[in-house]
């Protein structure tokens, strides 16, 4: 019953264990077990992103983008790029330090929770 299983969930990977339970056509057992199961054989429900296709028409503009824009920088001198953590977190609390309470406050209570 696991082969059976098995084979039908490689067929096509996008398979839910439930239609997997169906296209089978196995007796009545839980779809945890299928997923059990599965797991064992070394299917854990997840399929791999596939890239997506990109023209040659773009692939050329996006290489003639960024030949135009090698010298291109991120605005930040050397001394303004963090090097840790430390070092942002400080940026930060200096830039909430400036802010008014009240704003603070909103934005506290705005966050959802």
Known sequence: MDRILFLESKEDPKRTPPKVLVAAGVPEIS??????????????GRVAAHKP??????????G???REHLQWTTGLEESQKFRKPDDLFDA????????????????????PR
């Not at 779809?31 to 854990?44: D, N």
């Not at 296709?53 to 996006?62: C, D, F, G, L």
């Open 92 to 111: 930060v609390s200096q830039e909430l330090a400036v802010l008014p309470l009240q704003t603070l406050e909103t934005l506290v209570e705005s966050k």
């Open 31 to 44: 779809v945890s077990t299928v997923q059990r199961g599965l797991r064992e054989k070394g299917l854990y």
């Open 64 to 66: 003639k983008f960024t």
């Open 53 to 62: 296709y990109v023209p040659k028409t773009n692939m050329e503009k996006r």
